[in-house]
C-alpha cells in the first residue's frame, strides 16, 4: 500500500521569511496530493492540491510542486504571517479508488514575529 | 457551507464498553470517512463508506466497526473499547468522484480508561 514521508517534524521561521515542506510517496500510480492545514483545537482543512498531470500549482502565497519521477511533492509557503502557524498534512491517494488518503504524520509550522 | 457535525466532542469510557461514535454531514456527499489523530503519526484511516450500507476497510480497521444506514448518517463502533483506542477521533465527508476535497468534523477525544 501507500506509504507518505513527510518532512520535517517541526519548521521555525521568522515571519516573512518562506517555509517549505516536503512529503514523498510510495505507489507510483497514486494520482492526487493534498495539503491540510489545521490550527490548533480546530479541524484540519483543504488549502491547496494538485494532480499528477500537473507539475506545479498557485495560490497566492502558497504553491504546492511535484515531481513524479522522483515521487516526492513540496509545499511552499512565502511571506509567511503569524496566521500561517498550525499542522500542516500532505497526503496521497488514487483517486478512482475511493480517494482513500494516507496521509503524512505532519509539519508543525512556527512563525515567529 | 458544508457542516459535518459528530456528536461528541469529549468522551470518557471504560475499558470493555461499547462506544458509538455519531457523524452526520448535510451537503448529501457520497463518501464518508473515519480517521483517527495520534501525535506524531499524521491521521490513519480507519474505514470509510462510498454508499448507504456499503463500507471498505480503511488501513486500521482491527477494533472498529462501522454503520451507514442512511446516507448522511455514518457511525463507528468500538466493540469492546481498549487504553490503545483513546485518541482524536475524525469524521470526513467528500462529494464524490471528481470531489475530492475533505470535509472534517470537530472531532471526537476519546478517552478509555
Known amino acids: 500500500g501507500e506509504n507518505v514521508e513527510q518532512h520535517p517534524s517541526t519548521l521555525s521561521v521568522q515571519e516573512g521569511d518562506s517555509a517549505v515542506i516536503k512529503c514523498t510517496y510510495s505507489?507510483?500510480?497514486?494520482?492526487?496530493f493534498p495539503w491540510y492545514k489545521q490550527e490548533l483545537g480546530k479541524r484540519p482543512q483543504l488549502i491547496i492540491d494538485i494532480r499528477s498531470n500537473v507539475g506545479e500549482k498557485k495560490d497566492q502565497r502558497i504553491a504546492v510542486t511535484l515531481n513524479k519521477t522522483a515521487k516526492h511533492f513540496s509545499l511552499h509557503i512565502t511571506e509567511t504571517q503569524p496566521e500561517d502557524s498550525a499542522v500542516y498534512f500532505c497526503?496521497?491517494?488514487?483517486?478512482?479508488?475511493?480517494?482513500?488518503?494516507?496521509f503524512g504524520a505532519g509539519t508543525i509550522l512556527r512563525v515567529k514575529s | 457551507d458544508v457542516k459535518v457535525t459528530q456528536s461528541s466532542r469529549y468522551l470518557v469510557k471504560r475499558t470493555g464498553e461499547k462506544v458509538f461514535l455519531e457523524c452526520v454531514q448535510d451537503?448529501?456527499?457520497?463518501?464518508m470517512f473515519w480517521y483517527r489523530q495520534d501525535p506524531g503519526l499524521g491521521l490513519r484511516l480507519i474505514y470509510f463508506?462510498?454508499?448507504?450500507?456499503?463500507?471498505e476497510k480503511g488501513d486500521i480497521p482491527e477494533g472498529y466497526s462501522v454503520s451507514r444506514e442512511k446516507k448522511e448518517r455514518f457511525s463507528l463502533i468500538l466493540e469492546s473499547a481498549s487504553t490503545n483506542q483513546t485518541s482524536m477521533y475524525l469524521c470526513?465527508?467528500?462529494?464524490?468522484?471528481?470531489?475530492?476535497?475533505?470535509?472534517f468534523g470537530s472531532g471526537t477525544q476519546l478517552s478509555v480508561l
Open positions: 463508506s462510498y454508499d448507504v450500507k456499503m463500507k
Open positions: 505507489d507510483s500510480a497514486s494520482n492526487y
Open positions: 497526503a496521497a491517494s488514487r483517486v478512482e479508488y475511493g480517494n482513500k488518503l494516507v
Open positions: 470526513a465527508s467528500e462529494e464524490g468522484p471528481g470531489g475530492e476535497k475533505l470535509f
Open positions: 451537503m448529501d456527499h457520497e463518501n
